[in-house]
């Protein structure tokens, strides 16, 4: 139970394109999804927390128009990446919260190369 | 200020050897607390968390932690390392499933044969 997938794992797009990465929860509801950004051998940074039907709450410092976050259902959020140039280029990773639970379940991560 | 320290960066053990990573933390209410493990490549698989009881924690993969309040620490436990073991392991406090986690910088681990 409480698997999370991403899709696509991995993604290479031209610069100036914008690319969405969905984020799922395959065996229960999630009324919470994060959104994290890892850049290498570093550790996992907050970039938003998503909450169904409402709009995102963004950390210090992210650009929500650059990073537009959708949590349309209990099951799926999604992160579109605007604009993307190669600074953009990260792993992501989102983390969904079961409704009435407290642990956070990640999911495989996103790559994003932007050339 | 919230945050978690993982003193150790990069820790090598022999395959069978006991293993004990560092984590301390700082939080002004009391913490919900986690350790999570990233191969390479992959997302974090929950080992282990600490809500409030028994302040020795049992976790998946033979891995256990023991919560020390007055030592602010969360240290991760396993009495017999395996190869498949080395990975990236990180240490996470937070004040419930939907507020936010503050992550430690990541301890990783390899395995010598």
């Known amino acids: 139970g409480a698997v999370v997938s991403q899709h696509p794992s991995w993604v290479i797009c031209k610069s100036g394109t914008s690319v969405k990465i969905e984020c799922r929860s395959l065996d229960f509801q999630a009324t919470t999804m994060f959104w994290y950004r890892q850049f290498p051998k570093q550790s996992l940074m907050l970039m938003a927390t998503?909450?169904?039907?409402?709009?995102?709450?963004?950390e210090q410092g992210v650009e929500k128009d650059k990073f537009l976050i959708n949590h349309a259902s209990l099951t799926l959020s999604t992160l579109t990446v605007t604009s993307a140039h190669p600074e953009d280029s990260s792993f992501y990773i989102c983390?969904?919260?079961?409704?009435?639970?407290?642990?956070?379940?990640f999911g495989p991560g996103t790559r994003l190369l932007v050339l | 200020a919230q945050s978690v320290t993982q003193p150790d960066i990069h820790i090598t053990v022999s395959e069978g050897a006991s293993l004990e990573l560092r984590c301390n933390y700082s939080y002004g209410a009391t913490p919900y607390l986690f350790w999570y493990v990233q191969s390479p490549g992959q997302g974090l698989q929950l080992l282990l968390k600490?809500?409030?009881?028994?302040?020795l924690v049992q976790g998946i993969k033979g891995f256990e932690a023991e919560f020390k309040r007055s030592q602010s620490s969360f240290n991760l436990r396993k009495p017999s390392v395996h190869w498949s073991d080395a990975a990236e392991y990180f240490c996470a406090v937070g004040s419930g499933g939907y507020n936010k986690l503050i992550f430690g910088a990541g301890t990783r681990l390899a395995v010598h044969p």
């Open positions: 983390s969904a919260v079961e409704r009435g639970r407290e642990t956070q379940y």
């Open positions: 998503s909450n169904e039907g409402s709009k995102a709450t963004y």
């Open positions: 600490y809500f409030s009881g028994d302040t």
